[in-house]
């Protein structure tokens, strides 16, 4: 079995059905580079998880074949992949100390005892643990615990490390706090990293690239800012960021350009994954790209909107008007020198360049 | 540290009093009378206790089955200061613990029972070392010998030696798990003769006898504790003689219809009967009710319902057919005279002083 | 925050009260309510369980009866020298006599005679018929007619042993309890080897005890994983199947075990028609030790697998995984890692198994055949048929002490704290 240099981990077309009726992933096709903080990012039931306990062998794939650094993994047990794992509720032991814990991987790879101390201190250094070696996980914060169950799946030096969900139990304040740290760890060790998340911003925060999955299939892998200002499907576009929807006819085509019909307001946008004249489509913008009263021809979607309800955020002011029959549009207005104030309704022009409206697919519900 | 004594047995008697004592209100007078439970308490009931209710509306009799554990509960309520109960029926042997214990009433057979129908006074009609200081005998019941009559080709077991002979009659023996009566038909089958078998087992050398006598079935043998046990073993085939009380046995052949048969050489009698708690509430009541329930017909008629056989001379010819069976009752008395030649009577005296140290002897012999 | 300026040191509330006094004003309701919730259960545990068990251990070293019936004569005794090997002096057996007059009287000389059987196999007959003789004795000389009453009143041991035990405490229950006995010359001896039985039902007791319980834990361990890992509709059927000994009656199992293991029974005729053994080589399941062992581990299993399952309920399966990611293969990720987490279950599955298997005595009788019978075989039997209540109550305290021993051990060695019923 050849495979193809550079990709250290790759799935190709795997497929996995618990109950032997229906697929939880649909054919997946992933190749992850050395050194890689990859994300699977989606909802709960996309199969994400489910293609990570794949790669760490706690769940065979139905069909396909998973490969790491070279060899396919398929039939090689957990325990000898060489796969470090961080789980979402840490599973650190609660009978072993600390230290024990971080001893445990080593003590099976049957390393000196020296060996072993020494990388069990570097190890708990790294994560600003060194003198909590002693104690017992229940007697530790939630972050810190959290530290010990990172420092316990690189003090190995595996080939890979997977996280599940690691951030989850803990408080927002913390959560951002430990997404640099992992960051700055995945930096400095060049390990790579899957990483499991349904947060986007922890996915936007920390990774090379996010592979965005919905229904068992990858909506879109691309990095972070590619995902978000060139979202390639009405999937992606509302799972990442906030994001304003209008659905609507495509009437005519024009290259790289099209002209969606939308309660009878013709809009300019952008094609990018729309079936063809006649079709439906869904338009994606984001609030902070859509301009209050902009100047004569600067944009080429100028609609009348009322304002409907003001909410004051400090740095902006999160408008949400009614345009073209559509009373949940988002207009983001800076809380810069010289903005204009808005009442609630009272009637205003909003406008936004076609290159900032993408026409996407239908939406799921008129598919 | 009395007292404490005194309310802790209380609380010992107290489940067994709470329950009653509610009751005593209704009818004008209650009498608990004790027994054993089963087919043997029903027996009683058809035969005493209601006939007795018949005559006397004013008396209702209340049914406690709690004789397995008569004697230590009555214990307990006599330190407790409250006997709730009227009449317990009692083994001889319990009867005797009893009455050294003070928890029982002594009597006056002539005075309390009554005379036969011809006259003869209760202290001669009863059998012979039957009556007893606290103890108003009641029914004659052995333990004897059954066996599977498919078994033995040839020859069936028919006497004591036959039951210790493992050569001639092989296969498992069902013994009850207690040293009274193993002992003494171990030395019967060795040859002492049933005059001397307490004084040979009150010297230690007899009692050495008497076990070495036993070793030589002990590999073949399967010990019960239930009455209803070794007539089971019999009907599952686990063992092919086995020592079990007379009317089990009568179940099990007549009732059930087993291939089993009765070997009655040297059963052992033992005795059951009433014993009238001291310090009962209605002890003048009772001694009514056990004037009725101990005459001549009433313990011919109980007769009638349970294969054990009446205490009084006068009740053997007046015993009659099986209430639900039809079948003739007397044959299968224990004390009849064709099932009577050779038979062995308890020496409760003997085993009062005894039991405790041979019962701990014994236990020692199955441990070895 | 102005008024916490009172005195120094001490804080106050805003009226001025001090803080401690008016925490504890506050809190006595909460108390009293809390003393009030357990105060029927700590009524009932004394009634019904506290009492008893004092009462019991009172019994088995107390000693009044003989000297309060023996009223007359117990105090003469004491002037008596037993070692000289004279009987008593003439006062001494007149005193007997009007004991036994007054014993006779009153019903109680028969208790005399029983308390002291316990010690000598006789005693209990002599005071029988002693009694119904004392009465004819009209006059002197006593000792004479005492004799002619019953020779063993010629005997200096009988009276050797009445001074004995005419103590209000007594030793001598401990003594037999432990296969001891006191000799005629007061010294303690052991008791003749073929009396010789409560010692070997401690250990058998004992070490039935800890097979069972050893058994128990193999045959529930794996169990108790499958209940906590399968999912919940599966592993409520399986609880029920585990928990069904629970809801039949004793005499329904026995007989049960006894159509399958007996020898003519379900499974030795299952094992001669497969052709695994021959007919006449039947095994022997029942009526012996091994019944004991089978009848017992499948009574108490439940009580092993209960603790067991709510301890390993509570493990989550990343810990497994976690190990197996770390590099540890499947059976050393469960010895280190799974089994470790268990202690707790394995700990309180076990006290409870041991302690109740301990106690048992109805199914040992039962199915246990000659080597089945256990220590408490023998208290029922003291308690109910020879009401030697002394003898009861000395060998439940020497067993209640046996188990406090071992309770204290797993503590030191496990810790108490770990044990978690559910």
């Known amino acids: ?322 345009v073209c029959g559509h009373d949940d549009f988002i207009v983001k207005v800076p809380n810069s020198a010289g903005h204009v104030h808005l009442k609630p309704g009272e009637t205003v022009k909003v406008g936004w360049q076609a290159e900032d409206c993408r026409a996407l697919d239908a939406p799921a519900e008129a598919a | 540290m009395k007292d404490v004594l005194k309310y802790s047995s209380f609380a010992f008697a107290g489940a067994a009093a709470f329950g009653l004592a509610a009751t005593t209100a209704l009818a004008e007078t209650d009498l608990v009378v004790v027994s054993w439970g089963g087919a043997y308490s029903a027996s009683q009931q058809k035969a005493y206790h209601e006939p007795y209710m018949a005559k006397n509306p004013g008396i209702r009799i209340l049914n406690d089955d709690s004789s397995s554990e008569g004697l230590a509960k009555l214990r307990a309520q006599t330190e407790a200061g409250n006997v709730t109960w009227d009449l317990v029926d009692m083994v001889a042997s319990d009867a005797i613990v009893a009455c050294d214990e003070g928890l029982a009433l002594e009597y006056d057979p002539d005075e309390l029972l009554a005379a036969a129908p011809d006259g003869t006074p209760a202290s001669q009609d009863f059998v012979e070392g039957s009556l007893m200081d606290c103890f108003i005998p009641q029914i004659v019941y052995s333990t004897t010998f059954g066996y599977r009559t498919d078994a033995f080709e040839g020859d069936q077991p028919s006497s004591i030696k036959d039951i210790f002979d493992i050569e001639k009659f092989p296969g498992k023996r069902s013994l009850e798990k207690k040293p009274i009566g193993n002992l003494e038909w171990a030395l019967l089958a060795d040859g002492v003769p049933v005059d001397n078998i307490y004084d040979v087992l009150s010297t230690p050398e007899g009692v050495d006898r008497a076990f070495a006598k036993l070793d030589t079935i002990k590999d073949h043998t399967i010990w019960w504790v239930k009455g209803a046990v070794p007539t089971q073993h019999l009907a599952d085939g686990e063992a092919v003689i086995a020592s079990a009380y007379n009317g089990r046995l009568f179940a099990a052949i007549e009732e059930e219809k087993q291939p089993i048969a009765m070997m009655w050489e040297w059963q052992v009698f033992d005795l059951d009967g009433w014993v009238i708690p001291k310090g009962g509430k209605n002890i003048e009541e009772v001694k009514k009710l056990v004037y009725f329930a101990t005459d001549t017909q009433r313990l011919a008629d109980q007769a009638k319902y349970i294969s054990y056989g009446p205490t009084r001379k006068s009740s053997a010819p007046l015993v009659g057919k099986h209430a639900e069976l039809g079948i003739d009752m007397a044959p299968h008395m224990p004390t009849d005279p064709k099932n009577a030649a050779k038979t062995l009577l308890f020496n409760y005296e003997w085993w009062a002083d005894h039991r405790a140290e041979l019962d701990e002897r014994f236990q020692a012999w199955l441990a070895q | 925050m102005a008024q916490v300026e009172a005195a120094p040191g001490i804080m106050t509330t805003a009226d001025g009260q001090p803080l401690k006094l008016s925490l504890q004003r506050a809190l006595r309701r909460s108390k009293i309510r809390a003393m009030l919730l357990v105060a029927p259960l700590f009524l009932f545990i004394l009634v019904t369980f506290l009492l008893p068990i004092l009462d019991m251990t009172f019994r088995s070293v107390e000693n009044q009866l003989v000297s309060e019936i023996l009223h007359r004569s117990v105090p003469l005794l004491q002037q008596w020298d037993e070692k000289t090997g004279d009987l008593p002096p003439e006062d001494v057996f007149q005193a007997m006599v009007e004991d036994f007059k ?321």
């Open chain 1, 1 to 322: 079995m050849t495979v193809q240099s550079g990709a250290f981990v790759s799935f190709k077309e795997v497929q996995k059905s618990y109950d032997g009726e229906t697929l939880v992933v649909k054919n997946l096709n992933l190749d992850i580079e050395k050194g890689e903080f990859l994300t699977m990012l989606g909802p709960s039931g996309s199969g994400k998880t489910t293609c990570l306990m794949m790669l760490a062998g706690f769940e065979t794939a139905t069909h396909g074949e998973i490969v790491l650094d070279g060899a396919p993994i398929n039939h090689v047990p957990p325990h000898k992949r060489d796969i470090g794992m961080v789980f979402q509720n840490y599973a650190l032991f609660p009978h072993m100390t600390v230290a024990e814990n971080l001893a445990f991987p080593l003590q099976v790879r049957r390393m000196s005892k020296a060996d072993i101390e020494q990388r069990v201190q570097r190890a708990l250094d790294m994560v600003q643990l060194g003198p909590f070696g002693g104690r017992r996980p229940a007697q530790l914060s939630g972050g810190q615990q959290q530290r010990v169950a990172v420092a316990r799946a690189l003090v190995f030096d595996p080939k890979l490390v997977l996280m599940d969900e690691p951030l989850g139990a803990l408080d927002k304040q913390l959560r951002e706090q430990m997404q640099y740290e992992i960051k700055h760890i995945h930096e400095s060790l060049e390990v790579t990293v899957v990483y499991v998340t349904h947060d986007q911003s922890e996915a936007l925060t920390m990774s090379n690239r996010i592979a965005v999955f919905d229904d068992g299939i990858i909506q879109q892998l691309a990095s972070p800012d590619e995902l978000y200002e060139l979202p390639e499907n009405a999937f992606v576009a509302q799972f990442i960021g906030e994001n304003n929807r209008l659905v609507g006819k495509v009437t005519a085509e024009n290259g790289t350009h099209c002209t969606i019909d939308i309660a009878g307001n013709a809009i300019q946008a952008l094609a990018v994954n729309h079936a063809g004249v006649g079709s439906v489509s869904t338009l994606s913008l984001r609030p902070e790209r859509v301009f209050i009263n902009p100047g004569d021809g600067l944009c080429p979607n100028v609609f009348d909107a009322r304002v409907e309800e003001l909410i004051y955020l400090g740095d902006h002011m999160r408008t949400r008007v009614n």
């Open chain 3, 102 to 422: 007054e014993g006779r009287e009153n019903r109680t000389i028969g208790r005399v005679g029983t308390r002291l059987n316990y010690e000598v196999a006789g005693m209990s007959s002599l005071f029988r018929s002693t009694a119904r003789k004392a009465r004819r004795i009209k006059e002197g000389p006593y000792t004479d007619a005492l004799i002619k009453a019953n020779k063993r009143w010629g005997d200096v041991e009988t009276w050797r042993l009445i001074k004995r035990e005419s103590g209000t405490i007594t030793l001598s229950y401990y003594l037999a309890a432990v296969d001891l006995r006191f000799g005629s010359d007061g010294s303690v001896q052991a008791q003749p080897e073929n009396r010789q039985i409560y010692v070997k039902l401690f250990v058998r007791t004992l070490w039935l005890s800890t097979l069972i319980t050893a058994l128990c834990l193999v045959l529930g361990y794996p169990i108790s994983y499958l209940l906590a890992t399968l999912p919940t509709r599966t592993s409520n059927m399986l609880m029920i199947l585990v928990l069904l000994p629970f809801w039949t009656s004793l005499l329904v199992r026995t007989t049960s075990w006894i159509v399958l293991l007996q020898q003519e029974g379900v499974i030795n005729d299952l094992l001669v028609w497969v052709g695994i053994i021959a007919d006449d080589a039947r095994i022997r399941m029942i009526h012996n030790q091994a019944g004991t062992i089978i009848a017992m581990t499948h009574i108490l299993l439940p009580f092993m697998v209960l603790p067991l399952y709510s301890v390993m309920k509570t493990i989550p399966p990343s810990y497994m995984r976690a190990a197996m990611s770390l590099g540890a293969n499947p059976f050393t990720a469960f010895m280190r890692v799974y089994v470790p987490n268990t202690v707790a279950g394995i700990g309180a599955g076990g006290i409870l198994v041991f302690i109740i298997a301990i106690g048992y005595y109805i199914t040992p009788a039962l199915v246990g055949g000659t080597s089945g019978t256990l220590i408490s075989n023998f208290i029922a039997y003291h308690m109910q048929v020879s009401l030697n209540w002394g003898l009861a109550g000395a060998l439940g305290a020497i067993l209640l002490a046996i188990v406090l021993i071992l309770y204290l051990l797993y503590d030191k060695i496990v810790g108490i704290d770990n044990m978690k019923l559910g």
